[in-house]
T-cell receptor, first 110, second 112 residues
């Protein structure tokens, strides 16, 4: 039982490049989330998916797109990366009030 | 003004001290309150969960919610070096916690 897994763990992009962050959970949870964490800002919700086939914007969705591929997988795409998107990205899943987080992806955009 | 305010610290205490961590909030609709613990370079983990006002105790940890003052606290008794981490408060207006609002996190160091 791996919980929530994220790939890659680290990534360096140049401004304008695109990439997809992958997330998968094996807990059969309906809800999945993408957050970014920046120093002094706490965790901010980018997008979430309450169930397979649905997605909704969070607090900071601009510059990102998501896909809920199936119940297990929820991906986050940066179409044209900007230095302001340098951050640590966390995926989470939940079946109730408790959210389970993955280990994070450290992204640097130069 | 942020919806949830939390002093980022850092907070440094000697082993065995009582630690008090606090958050204030502005949205009176919040009813679900959580504390997450995050070790360095790891994802957050749920530590305590409280619904509405009152106290909840779990071992060395006590969570308090004062909705009249829009103020929540986490107390750690007999603090240990293993408690060194960042503590994030989080809250929601709905039992569907899709939109948790997090504080900035307080970094705690417990020195042996």
């Amino acid at each position: 039982n791996a919980g929530v897994t994220q790939t890659p763990k680290f990534q360096v992009l140049k401004t304008g490049q695109s990439m997809t962050l992958q997330c998968a959970q094996d807990m059969n949870h309906n809800s999945m989330y993408w957050y970014r964490q920046d120093p002094g800002m706490g965790l901010r919700l980018i997008y979430y998916s309450a169930s397979e086939g649905t997605t909704d914007k969070g607090e900071v969705p601009n510059g990102y797109n998501v896909s809920r591929l199936n119940k297990r997988e929820f991906s986050l795409r940066l179409e044209s990366a900007a230095p302001s998107q340098t951050s640590v990205y966390f995926c989470a899943s939940s079946a109730g009030y408790e959210q389970y987080f993955g280990p994070g992806t450290r992204l640097t955009v130069t | 003004q942020k919806e949830v305010e939390q002093d980022p610290g850092p907070l440094s205490v000697p082993e065995g001290a009582i630690v008090s961590l606090n958050c204030t909030y502005s949205n009176s609709a919040f009813q679900y309150f959580m504390w997450y613990r995050q070790y360095s370079r790891k994802g957050p983990e749920l530590l305590m969960y409280t619904y509405s006002s009152g106290n909840k105790e779990d071992g060395r940890f006590t969570a308090q919610v004062d909705k009249s003052s829009k103020y929540i606290s986490l107390f750690i008794r007999d603090s240990q070096p293993s408690d060194s981490a960042t503590y994030l408060c989080a809250m929601s207006a709905s039992s569907n916690t899709g939109k948790l609002i997090f504080g900035q996190g307080t970094t705690l160091q417990v020195k042996p």
